[in-house]
């Protein structure tokens, strides 16, 4: 990093801290804090919803899947998320907005009942805890390893082993001013501010990439077919790279894991609740679509560029970094070392590793001068933050209201709520800080709470689904089935195996039924089966308990809920003319990379 | 509600936009080796100065007539 870098990083920090501090003054209510007062225009929430979910993680991690899978990768945009965003805008968000409920727990208890509520609130709380605190250790990995603060520390005198710890304290703080001077309008402009920023240090990057080896062809040259089309090899599991074959890719993402997160998670679902109307909460999760649908250009192919590349150094000389005699990797992604021993890791057949989460910062260092590269780099930065902001602000308001609120403290003044939004943004954040520390020291135990959220998030799209469009569904049935389906979830882990892993933390632990040719499949097929379980205890449950109230469900069910009212809108802008426009562009992408 | 994003959007791309093109301009050229011999800190830079100026009007523009709802066009997000 030189100084023109730091210049570009710093205005960016300068911006980003300034949203928070300008909108202090009108956070004067909890719903300020917590709902951005309902008051954001549908352009504002849309590119939030999308950006609260582009987390460092997800750009670094595209990038990786890019480079091991190929643009088989946007499936899990184009089947994991459009059709679900699409879903979520048209048929689910009149119930989400026009309820009035302030969290996605809280639809639950208005739907369902308590325990439900509480069920959903906190393990929702806890994993959003420690999903921050993973991307945060993300990326201070990524700061420590991509040595950018070396050379300041080297001249500071530091000791370059705090580079971790000065990554994570900076980010942190950062993101806590923001957010707790403006609450979710803070993180949503900030979003939009983050959003544009990805978008100006990643675009370039894909066009040089793409430039430097010969356009798609050229691309497509280097490659081969396995790694430049989508759906051709998807027959069967070993004739593609995922592992993965089409029914379990298509229900397995494309149903039960997208419509599980994009529909229930109230990470993205609160910044359509922020919505200023309920045309505008609808049409938020539409307009998201449309950036999302074309993400795979700017996270995924940087990817695959940096695997067709000649092999060659990946870092440059100006970069001023310790390059050390390592054997190359493959393109421009080095091989995976052992941090302890510096050897390169070996994989099962005894062949070094590559370490694929370096692709896509192997690419900024590659192409980008002083200058574009602090854009790139701010651009990575601004994506971890977004992705944080995102989990802090979902946290603070389901802790407030569905868990102090409800069980700790009720029937306090507003401004005591609002005061405690601010105190949890604190102890949140300071949970994330240990949570990322956690997963230095114990790489394993965060494996393991991973597989865990994976059990309880699987079953929840069947939950919701039934909830909204049978009025039958009761309470006791809901909570029964989310619990049968994360039981079920578990189970299937625990019988199945990916080829090649050993039994432990990646299946098998029970007994081995079943072997799947990639942990992909299995994971997929784990939801699959979480999901079929939730549904059909939820139903029979429902059959033998009381059915609800009719009365107490109006707005809460399709059935029994008026049309939301069309504002006078032009054609174009209507929520199902977004839908059809973003269907139609999913599908023929599905065509073009076929 | 409290502040139109256009304004600090658009501020924060004309200073990104102008850094980038009065390093580009002054820089030596054989730092862009590395980018395929073109000069990406100037074009990109322009780009980020035409976006930053058209979010910046676009703000002015609604501020100056508070009345009517700001519907702000779905392009200004591409």
Not at chain 1, 355 to 372: I, K, W
Not at chain 1, 431 to 453: C, G, K, P
Not at chain 2, 48 to 66: E, K, N, V, Y
Request: aromatic share 14%; hydrophobic share 50%; net charge positive.
């Amino acid at each position: 990093m030189t100084g023109i870098d730091w210049l570009i990083l710093g205005l960016y920090f300068a911006f980003v801290l300034g949203i928070g501090v300008a909108l202090k003054g009108s956070m004067k209510t909890s719903t300020d804090f917590f709902l951005a007062g309902r008051a954001i225009p549908a352009w504002v929430c849309g590119l939030a919803f999308m950006s609260a979910n582009l987390g460092a993680q997800e750009v670094i991690g595209m990038g990786a899947s890019g480079a091991k899978y190929g643009i088989a990768t946007s499936h899990f945009y184009w089947i994991g998320a459009i059709p679900a965003m699409v879903f979520v805008g048209i048929f689910m968000m009149p119930f989400y907005y026009g309820s009035r409920a302030r969290s996605v727990p809280e639809y639950l208890r208005l739907r369902f009942d308590e325990k439900t509520r509480g069920l959903n609130a906190i393990s929702f709380a806890i994993m959003t805890i420690f999903s921050s605190g993973i991307s945060m250790y993300a990326i201070a990995k990524l700061i420590q390893t991509l040595h950018v603060f070396d050379g300041v520390f080297q001249r500071l005198g530091l000791n370059r082993a705090w580079i971790f710890d000065f990554a994570i304290i900076i980010s942190a703080i950062v993101v806590l001013v923001y957010t707790f001077l403006g609450g979710l309008s803070s993180a949503i402009y900030n979003e939009v501010l983050q959003f544009f920023l990805i978008v100006a240090g990643f675009l370039p990057l894909s066009y040089l990439g793409l430039k430097n080896v010969g356009g798609w062809s050229g691309l497509k040259a280097a490659l081969g077919p396995s790694y430049t089309h989508s759906w051709a090899g998807l027959r069967y599991a070993n004739t593609n790279r995922l592992g993965v074959e089409w029914f379990g890719l298509v229900m397995g993402l494309g149903f039960v894991l997208s419509f599980g997160y994009w529909c229930t998670d109230f990470l993205v679902v609160q910044r359509a609740m922020a919505a200023k109307s309920m045309s505008a909460a609808r049409r938020t999760p539409l307009i998201g679509a449309f950036p999302k649908m074309l993400f795979p250009f700017l996270v995924i192919l940087p990817g695959l560029i940096a695997i067709a590349l000649p092999t060659q150094p990946a870092i440059p000389p100006h970069a001023r970094v310790v390059v050390s005699a390592e054997p190359p990797g493959k393109g421009i992604i080095p091989l995976k070392v052992d941090a302890t021993s510096g050897q390169p890791m070996l994989d099962k057949d005894g062949k070094p590793q590559l370490d694929y989460d370096l692709a896509v910062p192997s690419m900024l260092l590659h192409y980008f001068p002083p200058g574009m590269l602090g854009l790139g780099l701010t651009a990575l930065l601004a994506s971890f933050m977004s992705g944080m902001a995102g989990n802090v602000t979902a946290f603070n308001t389901v802790w407030t209201y569905d868990i102090y609120q409800s069980y700790i403290r009720p029937g306090a003044t507003d401004a005591h709520y609002l005061w405690m939004g601010r105190a949890s943004t604190v102890f949140g954040i300071a949970f994330s800080i240990a949570a990322a520390y956690m997963a230095n020291r114990f790489n394993n135990i965060m494996d393991m709470l991973q597989l865990v959220f994976a059990f309880v998030n699987a079953p929840l799209f069947a939950t919701f689904l039934l909830g909204m469009f049978w009025k039958r569904t009761t309470g006791h049935a809901a909570f029964t089935g989310l619990l049968a389906g994360t039981a079920a979830a578990a189970i299937h882990h625990g019988l199945t195996l990916p080829a090649g892993a050993v039994f432990g933390i990646k299946g098998g632990w029970l007994a081995v039924t079943h072997t799947y040719p990639s942990e992909m499949a299995q994971n997929f097929w784990t939801a699959i089966y979480a999901w079929s379980t939730c549904f059909v205890v939820t139903i029979i449950v429902s059959l033998i308990t009381r059915a609800p109230e009719e009365s107490k469900l109006v707005g809460l069910v399709y059935s029994l809920t008026p049309k939301p009212e069309e504002e006078p809108l032009a054609w174009y802008a209507r929520p199902a003319s977004l839908a059809i426009m973003v269907l139609a562009g999913t599908v023929l992408l599905n065509i073009i990379f076929w | 509600m409290g502040i139109d994003i256009r304004l600090p959007l658009g501020i924060l791309f004309l200073l990104l936009g102008l850094t980038l093109v009065a390093y580009g301009a002054l820089s030596d050229p054989s730092l862009y080796q590395q980018s395929l011999g073109i000069n990406v800190n100037l074009y990109w830079g322009v780009v980020l100065l035409i976006f930053g100026a058209m979010m910046f009007i676009l703000s002015r523009r609604a501020a100056a007539r508070p009345e009517t709802i700001p519907q702000s066009p779905r392009s200004s997000s591409h």
